[in-house]
């Protein structure tokens, strides 16, 4: 999915909960300082990539109007982040077909976002990749085939992938229902099983992708 030296790179497991006290409202607020605390995390930890947060109930989130509509915020994850530096490749896992792709200009949002429709014998299930470079979606047609190992996006910088410091959001789909370019990847916790039963846990085909190095 990205470019990764299991004999040579490593990954940071980032944690977003509440447990994380470096992560202040002052930190949070300013998404270049944000980027910054990425950036550092990494370099200390002499890792190519930070990832994690699938079923995680993430603070962060507070940072945005775009999640707090309603009575009750939303604040569970549910996709995988891989944090890296922006124009990092994104790279097609197996076969699929454009699905649909969106910009979702919003603050907080997933900015740039390509969904791929992926066919796996009787089984029809979509990946959403968000907080893509706007160039990812130039030259797109739903229906278009993405073979194999091509790369088909970058990650975005914050003003085009909704404000945050350079990341992909990865989540799988099973029932996609009436989204184009979009499907929440955040929910409220009360809703947490049923979206967690659309949106299974990506581990297997990332491990499959690069494997977890403890840091």
């Known amino acids: 999915m990205v470019d990764f030296d299991s004999a040579a790179d490593r990954l940071y497991p980032f944690d977003f909960t509440?447990?994380?006290k470096d992560l202040n409202p002052a930190v949070l607020a300013d998404t270049a300082q944000f980027s910054t605390w990425i950036d550092k995390n990494l370099q200390e930890k002499q890792a190519r990539y930070g990832i994690g947060g699938y079923n995680e109930h993430r603070t962060i989130y507070a940072r945005s109007a775009h999640?707090?509509?309603?009575?009750?915020?939303?604040?569970?994850?549910?996709?995988?982040?891989?944090?890296?530096?922006?124009?990092?490749?994104?790279?097609?896992?197996?076969?699929?077909?454009?699905?649909?792709?969106?910009?979702?200009?919003?603050?907080?949002?997933y900015?740039?976002?390509?969904?791929?429709?992926?066919q796996l014998d009787d089984l029809v299930v979509y990946g959403?990749?968000?907080?893509?470079?706007?160039?990812?979606?130039?030259?797109?047609?739903?229906g278009q085939l993405i073979a194999a190992g091509q790369q088909f996006a970058t990650f975005g910088?914050?003003?085009?992938?909704?404000?945050w410091p350079p990341h992909l959001h990865f989540q799988l789909i099973f029932d996609i229902k009436s989204y184009k370019g979009d499907y929440p990847?955040?929910?409220?916790?009360?809703q947490r099983a049923g979206f967690l039963a659309n949106s299974p846990d990506p581990a297997p085909i990332?491990?499959?992708?690069?494997?977890?190095?403890?840091v």
Do not use: Q
């Not at 900015?111 to 992926?118: C, P, Q, R, V």
């Not at 910088?157 to 404000?163: F, L, S, V, W, Y």
């Open 111 to 118: 900015g740039a976002t390509i969904i791929l429709k992926y």
């Open 67 to 109: 999640f707090d509509a309603g009575e009750e915020p939303r604040r569970l994850h549910l996709g995988v982040d891989i944090w890296g530096k922006a124009g990092t490749p994104v790279y097609n896992f197996l076969p699929a077909t454009v699905h649909s792709f969106k910009f979702n200009d919003h603050f907080g949002d």
């Open 185 to 190: 990847g955040v929910c409220r916790y009360t």
């Open 206 to 214: 990332l491990k499959h992708t690069f494997p977890l190095v403890s």
């Open 18 to 20: 509440i447990n994380n």
């Open 128 to 142: 959403l990749y968000g907080h893509l470079s706007l160039d990812s979606l130039h030259h797109l047609k739903e």
């Open 157 to 163: 910088i914050p003003e085009e992938n909704g404000h």
